[in-house]
């Protein structure tokens, strides 16, 4: 079997994965699977970059995706007229209070000498800090405490929400430039901790700034960019076209609006997957892999190493952060206390793991089988488990245990896995060429 055919197969695996879904559980499921699968395999693309390409071990990825999913907020949502009148102003003020301060600091360090810059230093960060407090403080007082039932904060700008997908690369991109600036120059296994300890600073303010993102009350009713289903079931035209297919309007508008959904997210994959496999094969992508196997001998013909490792790094993370716009676009809602960095951070490299580190294709197939594999093992070993004890008479220990513990499941499912494609094919099922 040739290469192509075989990865032609593994595709066709996973697509009769999904396809068999449909026909068991439902196409919602199907198609829902489908989705967030297309949203999987967007993060692993990213990450492939980082890892593949260059050897840079992000495990901050979920700080990235939350900054996405704050751009769909913040682009799509209409402004809250009353917040912004009583502090909006005065936070901005205040936010720029906070960057000049730093700005300040960074000046008196470089340009003054001698025994007073350090003291010169300090004053200028501590009454920068008061005043900045002082200033915004009191504007996000102001601004939470507007209807904080329903609103208690800024708002966005009432754009259309699919803007928000390239404004949440943006972001993230943004973010990885201020932490590459900092943090490329640590030994891989520093970097590792510093990107999981600034994603969990970035979710912590999401968390705790109710006037920017609402914090932990969520921001729901997040706009569309397809229709909603309220609006199919009242078509005429919608209804007699879901009656030729035998479906009744519900089902069928259920239905559209996933499958618009999946043809809006596969548009974004392939556009990205394509620019990435451009990528690849340029120059540009020759050299990334040779810093990656060996940076000495880079820096030896005059490579500018620390350069490339921090514009690779920011484009993985703006590919992240377009990933968390779309899952939160798909969701309708932000909330901030579901981005757990560890956990999915783990899910998102088991992807480009077991699907080929260093080939796109193989993170995209990654993306696919995990997300599957991590959304159908938790009702599958339940099955199992139901099985097993079915013979075993109610409330016996046992018993209880095996089915209370069913849910754990996907996580002994994603090891074993890890450890078959570590051991079977320790390149990945479609491996670097």
């Excluded at 470089?110 to 504007?139: E, S």
């Excluded at 849910?407 to 094919?425: D, E, N, Y």
Aim: overall charge neutral.
């Amino acid at each position: 079997m040739t290469v192509n055919i075989r990865n032609i197969a593994l595709f066709g695996a996973v697509a009769l994965l999904i396809i068999g879904t449909g026909f068991v559980q439902g196409w919602n499921s199907a198609l829902l699977i489908f989705n967030m699968g297309l949203i999987s395999a967007i993060m692993a693309l990213g990450v492939n970059l980082q890892w593949g390409f260059a050897g840079l071990f992000n495990i901050g990825v979920m700080g990235f995706v939350a900054l996405g999913g704050l751009a769909a907020v913040i682009v799509s949502m209409p402004p809250t007229g009353e917040a912004w009148a009583a502090g909006g102003l005065r936070v901005l003020l205040g936010l720029a209070l906070g960057a000049g301060t730093v700005a300040a600091a960074i000046l008196t360090q470089t340009r003054l000498k001698g025994r007073g810059r350090n003291w010169a230093t300090l004053a200028v960060l501590v009454g920068g800090f008061f005043l900045f407090r002082y200033v915004f403080d009191g504007a996000v007082d102001a601004i939470e405490a507007v209807n904080p039932a329903s609103t208690g904060y800024l708002g966005g700008l009432n754009l259309p929400v699919i803007i928000a997908w390239p404004v949440g690369g943006i972001l993230a991109a943004g973010a990885a430039w201020v932490i590459g600036k900092t943090a490329l120059g640590l030994r891989s296994d520093y970097l590792a901790i510093a990107t999981l300890g600034i994603a969990e600073i970035i979710i912590a303010v999401m968390k705790n700034e109710d006037w920017l993102s609402r914090g932990v009350k969520n921001v729901i009713g997040l706009p569309r960019p397809v229709p909603y289903e309220v609006d199919l079931q009242q078509d005429p035209g919608f209804i007699d076209r879901a009656a030729s297919f035998g479906l009744d309007p519900t089902t069928a508008s259920t239905l559209y609006v996933k499958f618009a959904y999946g043809i809006l997210f596969a548009i974004v994959l392939i556009i990205l997957l394509w620019l990435a496999q451009k990528a690849l094969n340029s120059p540009w992508g020759r050299m990334m892999r040779a810093i990656r196997d060996n940076e000495v001998a880079a820096e030896a013909m005059g490579k500018d190493v620390t350069a490339r490792h921090l514009q690779i790094f920011i484009l993985g993370s703006a590919i992240c952060g377009i990933a968390g716009a779309m899952m939160t676009t798909l969701d309708g809602q932000l909330t901030p206390g579901s981005y757990q960095p560890l956990r999915f951070t783990f899910l998102v490299w088991v992807m480009v793991i077991v699907g080929g580190s260093g080939n796109n294709f193989g993170a995209v197939l990654g993306g696919f089988l995990i997300w599957f594999l991590w959304i159908q093992v938790e009702p599958a070993g339940r099955a199992i488990m139901d099985i097993v004890t079915a013979g075993m008479t109610d409330g016996y220990w046992l018993k209880d245990h095996l089915l209370e513990s069913a849910a754990q499941m996907r996580l002994l499912t994603m090891g074993v896995v890890l450890l078959l494609v570590l051991r079977f094919s320790p390149r990945g099922l479609i491996p670097e060429k």
